[in-house]
C-alpha cells in the first residue's frame, strides 16, 4: 500500500483526472495518462482510441540545496503528484524499484501540475513529479531531478463522432510532430501560451526540449491487460470501481481496414 500524509490512500477530496474523465468532458476528443483512460473506459465513461498514444518525459524534483541525493533519498519525503492523474503512477512504477511501498509517501493535495511546480519553485513543497513544460521550468532554474520517469498519454473518445473527422485530427497531429522532430526550435516558444503569464519572464525555452511525442502505434489488448492488471495489483483505485476490464468493449479504432 502506497501511503499518503493524509494517512489514506484513497482521498475522495482528491480531484484528479480521473474525477474530470467521470464527471464528463464536454470534447468528444481528450486524452489522459493511460492508466486513467482505461480504467475510466473500463468502468463505461468513454472509449480508449486505440490507434495511437503519446508519451511524456517526466521526473521527480527537489530544490537545488534538498539533502535527498537519490532516489532512495526519497524514502518517507512527501512527493507531490496529481490524484490518479499520470504523475500518481509513474511516481510508484519508478519509486518502487528503490523503497518497499509503504515508504513512497505521495501528497495529492497540491495536484494540478502548475501549483505544484509553483510551490516547489517557492520551496514549499520537498519534491514534486512534474513533465513537459513544467519539468524544463524546473531544470533550468537549477531544480535537481532525483529520478527520471515517463509516461504513456492515451486518447479518449465520447460521444457519437465522425471517424473520418477523428483520422484527419490526427493525420495533422503527424504532420505536426514530423515539423517538430525535424525543426524543434522553431516551435519550444510556444510552451508560453500553456504557462500563467506570471512565469514568463523566467522562461528560456530556447533550453527546453520537445515535450510530449505522438506515437502512432497501437495501443494493444497486451498493453491494456497488462496495464489494467498493474493498476489493480497496486490499489490506486477502491474494490470494484475498476470495470470490466474487457478491452474489447472499453476501446475502438477507426485505423483504416
Not at 464536454?26 to 482505461?38: D, L, Q, Y
Not at 512527501?78 to 510508484?92: A, D, E, L, N, R
Not at 515517463?150 to 503527424?174: C, H, N, Q, T
Not at 502512432?216 to 489494467?228: A, D, G, I, P
Request: glycine share 8%; charged share 25%; aromatic share 12%.
Amino acid at each position: 500500500m502506497i501511503r499518503s500524509t493524509e494517512g489514506q490512500h484513497h482521498n475522495k477530496a482528491n480531484q484528479g483526472a480521473f474525477q474530470s474523465i467521470e464527471k464528463g468532458r464536454e470534447a468528444n476528443v481528450s486524452c489522459a495518462c493511460h492508466w486513467t483512460v482505461n480504467v475510466a473506459a473500463s468502468a463505461g465513461h468513454a472509449k480508449l482510441y486505440a490507434d495511437v498514444y503519446s508519451v511524456a518525459p517526466s521526473g521527480i524534483f527537489v530544490p537545488a540545496d534538498s539533502p535527498v541525493r537519490t532516489p532512495s533519498d526519497l524514502a518517507g519525503v512527501p512527493i507531490s503528484v496529481g490524484f490518479q492523474s499520470g504523475s500518481h503512477y509513474s511516481t510508484i512504477q519508478a519509486l518502487e524499484q528503490y523503497m518497499a511501498p509503504g515508504e513512497i509517501n505521495l501528497t495529492f493535495e497540491d495536484g494540478m501540475l502548475f501549483h505544484r511546480m509553483e510551490l516547489l519553485l517557492e520551496g514549499k513543497s520537498p519534491a514534486a513529479a512534474l513533465f513537459n513544460g513544467p519539468y524544463y521550468l524546473a531544470e533550468q532554474l537549477g531544480f535537481r531531478k532525483v529520478i527520471d520517469t515517463s509516461f504513456m498519454i492515451a486518447a479518449m473518445i465520447k460521444g457519437e463522432v465522425d471517424p473520418e473527422d477523428v483520422r484527419r485530427y490526427f493525420r495533422a497531429l503527424r504532420s505536426a510532430q514530423r515539423d517538430i522532430d525535424l525543426r524543434p526550435e522553431r516551435y519550444t516558444h510556444y510552451y508560453k501560451n500553456e504557462f500563467p503569464d506570471r512565469f514568463h519572464a523566467v522562461m528560456d525555452t530556447r533550453r527546453w526540449g520537445p515535450g510530449e511525442r505522438i506515437v502512432f502505434e497501437t495501443y494493444s489488448r497486451e498493453v491494456f491487460e497488462q496495464s489494467f492488471e498493474w493498476i489493480a495489483k497496486h490499489e490506486i483505485f477502491a474494490n470494484g470501481a475498476m470495470g470490466s476490464g474487457e478491452y474489447d468493449q472499453s476501446t475502438i479504432s477507426f485505423a483504416a481496414k
